[in-house]
């Protein structure tokens, strides 16, 4: 295996699994992570590296890393020491001046591991960098006021227990802590009582106590001036964290030794996030499979790869739901297969291809094609995927099938033409009925003179006379109804309080003829409620045509009974029943009854508009109309007042 083909082997996991990879990654900010290829080439950037070394992604990806350090450290070649150092020990680390975009420079603790292969063929390295300018600041200004002890020992000791972040503390000779600051408090948990004059290695785990570590991190000092360490060290409630230490020996103008400088920072966060990438970093061998059984699991969408040509490569389940192809069947195939032949003649499929090579990513809605041949709404995502030398590997495509947002959208327009058709038909109305009243009135003036002409054989043809007086009357009582409607659409009606068994009788007065030729029975019943607010003229008008309908079709040889009743539902609606005991309706009619002209017993008078006024009079206020109805047995009407305020 060549070394260009293991590169690309660590690249391709990488752009494939930006879901698991580089979303973990890319929210860290407090770190600068990236790889590099073995060479020291920069081929990933996060945002902790952007903030820190402030280079954009697309300025340092494929440079090479020297570009942090400092001149002296170039002339040095101490970047190729590091690379060789992390190869030799499995790890290196360090802490240094490093240089940012701008030129200036900060205090980098640096962290350098090689990736291998299965193969043990080195594929590149990770590296961790964080900013401890602000740390290396304090470990110099605290270094300075060490050194000035011998002239101003209470401005050290004001400086030193002022600092909560770090446990600054001094040892005597024999290593029994002869201070205590309030971050050593905070850290260690024990207070100066506690701890001053007891020997420091209380804070270190037995095994180290037994080999003596202690000690000998007081005789490093001792030799080379300062002594610096990382590890587990023990709190007084015998938990343990991660502590950086620094021991520094200090010595009177004698050269004698007279104790120790410590400090000490709690570094357990860091530490465990540097397992966790170290972590990161050993998946990657295995990240690319559990990519796959991650996509795999996806039903909602249609996750598929695609080659440089565009054949698929790869086919998840939400594919193959979506698309209806199995695996064996599209996998090799090119993916305009998915597309109609117009799409596929006009070269659609190449274009989408160009666009994403061109723009980065490529999104657009419209029909596809499924195996079956039905076609499906399809948002569609594709973003080209590159290796580290920007070389096309191939093609991201996710599908998701968003027909029923087309269809929802589709029926939302139509019923806005529908709307507008509506309003048109409406305005027809309002004009035809006022139209037709010159002519109806002209017929009438024609007809009397007619009978006026005919003089003594006006009997002779007064049959049809008495017919064309009742088609005139009829016509009159349709263009009525028509200018109803219509003015339902042209004015707006005040609203009052309407008391209901005030305008029962007032509607009981008007249809007294038809009452009493039909000895109907009218009776006001159960009432939760007396009145509502409406326009009265409205609820004259929607009682009026269903009192009216319940005792024109009434049952034969059976005298009608018109109950009307209010009751209160328990969601605080308002209803008005009116039930009756007539022919009653069929089930499949009752949905076209409250139409134009509909008419479900043709035998009886009527003009067929009654109910539809109904209906729309309680469209334009937001209430509703229901039936219930049993043929033989008669019919019972609802309507819902939704909004009443009492």
């Known amino acids: 295996m060549n070394h260009s083909s293991e590169v690309d082997s660590i690249s391709q996991p990488v752009h494939q699994t930006d879901d698991l990879y580089r979303l973990l990654i890319n929210s860290v900010t407090d770190y600068a992570i990236f790889l590099l290829d073995p060479e020291g080439n920069v081929a990933t950037w996060n945002a902790g590296a952007r903030r820190i070394k402030q280079f954009e992604a697309e300025d340092i990806i494929g440079k090479h890393f020297s570009n942090f350090y400092t001149s002296e450290a170039k002339e040095r070649d101490y970047p190729a020491y ?12 360090d802490e240094g001046w490093r240089v940012r975009k701008d030129g200036t420079v900060f205090w980098a603790n ?15 390295f990770s590296k961790i960098t964080r900013d401890l300018s602000e740390r290396k600041k304090a470990e110099d200004d605290l270094y300075k006021a060490y050194e000035e002890v011998k002239e101003s020992e209470e401005k050290y000791r004001l400086m030193v227990e002022g600092v909560t972040d770090y ?13 205590w600051n309030e971050g050593a408090k905070r850290i260690k948990g ?7 004059g007891k020997h420091f290695s209380k804070f270190y785990s037995r095994e180290a106590v037994q080999t003596g570590y202690p000690e000998y991190e007081l005789k490093k000092a001792v030799e080379d001036g300062r002594f610096e360490d990382e590890g587990w060290r023990y709190r007084k409630d015998g938990s343990a964290f991660w502590a950086n230490v620094i021991i520094t020996a200090i010595f009177n103008a004698d050269k004698e030794l007279i104790g120790f400088s410590k400090i000490t920072r709690d570094l357990t966060d860091k530490k465990k996030l540097e397992e966790q990438l170290f972590r990161i970093n050993e998946d990657l061998k295995e990240s690319e499979e559990r990519t796959r059984l991650l996509i795999d699991s996806v039903k ?25 192809y199995k695996a064996p069947e599209i996998l090799g195939k090119h993916f305009s297969k998915f597309y109609s032949r117009e799409a596929m003649e006009n070269g659609f499929p190449q274009y989408e291809l160009a666009q994403a090579r061109e723009k980065g990513r490529f999104e657009d809605e419209g029909w596809r094609i499924r195996k079956d041949g039905t076609a499906f709404w399809a948002n569609v995502v594709l973003s080209p995927i590159y290796n580290s030398e920007h070389r096309l590997l ?10 029923e947002r087309r269809r929802n959208e589709d029926l939302m327009q139509k019923n806005k033409e529908l709307l507008r058709i509506n309003n048109d038909l409406d305005n027809f109305v309002y004009t035809a009925s006022h139209d037709l009243k010159s002519p109806i009135t002209n017929l009438e003036g024609l007809l009397s003179a007619l009978q006026e002409d005919l003089g003594d054989e006006k009997e002779k043809h007064q049959q049809i006379l008495t017919m064309m007086h009742g088609s005139v009357n009829a016509l009159k009582k349709v263009i009525t109804d028509l200018t109803d409607i219509s003015k339902l659409q042209q004015e707006s009606e005040r609203r009052e309080k309407v008391q209901i068994a005030e305008l029962l009788d007032d509607i009981k007065e008007s249809l007294s003829s038809l009452i009493d030729s039909s000895k109907a029975k009218i009776r006001l019943e159960k009432q939760d409620f007396s009145h509502l607010t409406y326009s009265r003229k409205n ?55 409250f139409a134009m002209y509909k008419r479900v017993h043709d035998h009886v008078e009527g003009s067929g508009i009654g109910l539809y006024l109904v209906r ?9 109309i229901s039936v219930e109805s049993e043929v033989g047995k008669g019919s019972e009407f609802k309507v819902i007042f939704h909004q009443q305020n009492f």
């Open 394 to 403: 191939g093609y991201a495509k996710i599908t998701r099938d968003l027909t």
């Open 82 to 93: 590091e690379l060789r150092e992390a190869q030799k020990q499995g790890r290196f680390e």
């Open 300 to 324: 909602d969408y249609a996750i598929l790869m695609l080659n440089p040509d565009g054949l698929v490569v790869s086919w998840n389940s939400g594919a193959e739901r979506i698309k209806g």
């Open 167 to 179: 446990a600054i503390f001094m040892l005597n000779p024999a290593g029994q802590v002869a201070t």
């Open 190 to 196: 024990y207070n100066a009582s506690e701890i001053i």
């Open 539 to 593: 609820l004259r008008s929607v009682l009026y045509n269903l009192v009216s309908n319940a005792i024109k079709y009434a049952a034969p040889n059976r005298p009608p009974v018109v109950t009307i009743f209010t009751e209160l539902t328990p969601t605080g609606e308002h209803v008005l029943t009116v039930k009756d005991n007539g022919l009653g309706i069929a089930k499949e009619q009752t949905s076209k009854i």
């Open 616 to 624: 729309k009079i309680l469209e334009n206020s937001g209430d509703t």
């Open 110 to 124: 640096v962290i350098i591991t090689p990736l291998y292969s299965q193969d043990r063929v080195l594929l590149g």
